[in-house]
Protein backbone atom coordinates (compact mmCIF):
# COMPACT_ATOMS: atom_id res chain seq x y z
CA UNK A 1 0.00 0.00 0.00
CA UNK A 2 2.55 2.48 0.92
CA UNK A 3 5.68 2.54 -1.04
CA UNK A 4 9.00 4.73 -2.08
CA UNK A 5 11.17 3.45 -4.12
CA UNK A 6 14.38 5.19 -5.15
CA UNK A 7 16.65 5.19 -8.09
CA UNK A 8 19.38 7.10 -9.76
CA UNK A 9 22.38 6.75 -7.54
CA UNK A 10 25.78 6.05 -8.57
CA UNK A 11 29.83 7.16 -8.26
CA UNK A 12 30.20 10.83 -9.86
CA UNK A 13 33.13 12.92 -10.19
CA UNK A 14 33.76 16.02 -8.19
CA UNK A 15 31.98 18.98 -10.47
CA UNK A 16 29.56 16.16 -11.59
CA UNK A 17 25.59 16.22 -11.35
CA UNK A 18 23.36 13.20 -10.75
CA UNK A 19 19.67 12.94 -11.22
CA UNK A 20 18.25 10.63 -8.32
CA UNK A 21 13.97 9.73 -8.82
CA UNK A 22 11.66 8.37 -5.96
CA UNK A 23 8.61 6.20 -7.21
CA UNK A 24 6.07 6.40 -4.58
CA UNK A 25 2.74 4.52 -5.13
CA UNK A 26 -0.58 6.05 -5.57
CA UNK A 27 -1.58 5.15 -2.13
CA UNK A 28 1.11 7.39 -0.55
CA UNK A 29 1.51 10.34 -3.40
CA UNK A 30 -2.09 10.96 -2.69
CA UNK A 31 -1.34 10.58 1.44
CA UNK A 32 1.72 12.84 1.18
CA UNK A 33 1.69 16.30 2.71
CA UNK A 34 4.97 16.81 2.04
CA UNK A 35 7.53 14.44 0.53
CA UNK A 36 11.62 15.45 1.41
CA UNK A 37 14.92 13.63 0.41
CA UNK A 38 18.00 12.50 3.48
CA UNK A 39 21.00 11.43 3.34
CA UNK A 40 23.25 9.45 5.43
CA UNK A 41 26.68 9.06 5.45
CA UNK A 42 28.75 6.44 7.85
CA UNK A 43 28.85 7.72 11.49
CA UNK A 44 26.55 10.56 10.98
CA UNK A 45 23.24 11.13 11.30
CA UNK A 46 20.27 11.43 8.78
CA UNK A 47 19.64 14.63 7.18
CA UNK A 48 17.56 16.47 5.38
CA UNK A 49 18.60 17.93 1.91
CA UNK A 50 15.35 18.66 0.19
CA UNK A 51 11.88 19.07 0.66
CA UNK A 52 8.59 19.74 -0.84
CA UNK A 53 4.91 20.80 0.40
CA UNK A 54 3.02 19.24 -1.64
CA UNK A 55 -0.59 21.19 -1.12
CA UNK A 56 1.64 25.14 -2.12
CA UNK A 57 4.69 23.46 -3.58
CA UNK A 58 7.13 25.46 -1.70
CA UNK A 59 10.17 23.70 -1.68
CA UNK A 60 12.87 23.55 1.40
CA UNK A 61 16.96 23.42 1.46
CA UNK A 62 19.65 23.32 4.42
CA UNK A 63 22.43 25.91 3.15
CA UNK A 64 25.09 22.96 2.44
CA UNK A 65 22.91 21.98 -0.49
CA UNK A 66 21.01 25.54 -0.98
CA UNK A 67 21.51 26.85 -4.95
CA UNK A 68 23.09 23.03 -5.64
CA UNK A 69 20.31 20.32 -5.36
CA UNK A 70 16.37 21.23 -6.63
CA UNK A 71 13.55 19.06 -5.81
CA UNK A 72 10.82 18.36 -8.37
CA UNK A 73 7.80 16.69 -8.56
CA UNK A 74 5.59 15.21 -11.60
CA UNK A 75 2.01 14.72 -10.35
CA UNK A 76 0.85 11.99 -13.34
CA UNK A 77 3.88 10.04 -12.09
CA UNK A 78 3.48 10.12 -8.72
CA UNK A 79 7.28 11.07 -8.72
CA UNK A 80 9.73 13.07 -7.04
CA UNK A 81 13.24 14.35 -8.27
CA UNK A 82 16.55 15.33 -6.88
CA UNK A 83 18.60 17.28 -9.16
CA UNK A 84 22.15 17.39 -7.81
CA UNK A 85 24.76 19.51 -9.77
CA UNK A 86 28.12 20.66 -8.66
CA UNK A 87 28.53 17.59 -6.20
CA UNK A 88 31.36 17.31 -3.72
CA UNK A 89 33.04 14.84 -1.82
CA UNK A 90 31.07 15.63 1.56
CA UNK A 91 27.94 14.64 -0.47
CA UNK A 92 28.96 10.89 -0.40
CA UNK A 93 25.93 9.51 1.44
CA UNK A 94 22.95 7.00 1.31
CA UNK A 95 19.99 9.07 -0.18
CA UNK A 96 16.68 8.27 1.01
CA UNK A 97 13.03 9.05 -0.27
CA UNK A 98 10.65 10.11 2.44
CA UNK A 99 7.30 10.96 2.91
CA UNK A 100 4.88 12.58 5.76
CA UNK A 101 1.75 11.37 5.12
CA UNK A 102 -0.03 12.38 8.86
CA UNK A 103 0.69 15.93 8.25
CA UNK A 104 2.98 16.10 10.88
CA UNK A 105 5.83 18.53 9.43
CA UNK A 106 5.17 22.37 9.48
CA UNK A 107 7.53 25.06 7.73
CA UNK A 108 9.70 25.45 10.73
CA UNK A 109 10.60 22.10 11.14
CA UNK A 110 10.46 20.39 7.71
CA UNK A 111 13.94 18.82 8.07
CA UNK A 112 12.98 16.97 11.34
CA UNK A 113 13.18 12.65 10.40
CA UNK A 114 11.13 11.50 12.86
CA UNK A 115 7.97 13.74 10.80
CA UNK A 116 8.27 11.66 8.07
CA UNK A 117 6.62 7.84 8.09
CA UNK A 118 7.68 6.23 5.13
CA UNK A 119 10.92 6.22 3.83
CA UNK A 120 12.42 3.69 0.55
CA UNK A 121 15.27 1.82 0.92
CA UNK A 122 17.78 4.59 -0.69
CA UNK A 123 20.15 5.12 -3.14
CA UNK A 124 24.01 5.22 -2.92
CA UNK A 125 25.83 8.28 -4.08
CA UNK A 126 29.77 8.51 -4.32
CA UNK A 127 31.58 11.35 -5.35
CA UNK A 128 34.87 11.14 -5.43
CA UNK A 129 38.17 10.98 -8.20
Known amino acids: QGQLVESGGGSVQPGGSLTLSCAASGYIYSKSYMMGWFRQAPGKEREAVAGIFFRVGLTYYPDSVKGRFTITRDNSKNMVYLQMNSLQSEDTAMYYC?????????????????????WGQGTQVTVSS
Open 98 to 118: AADTRGSVSFRDWSRVSHYDT
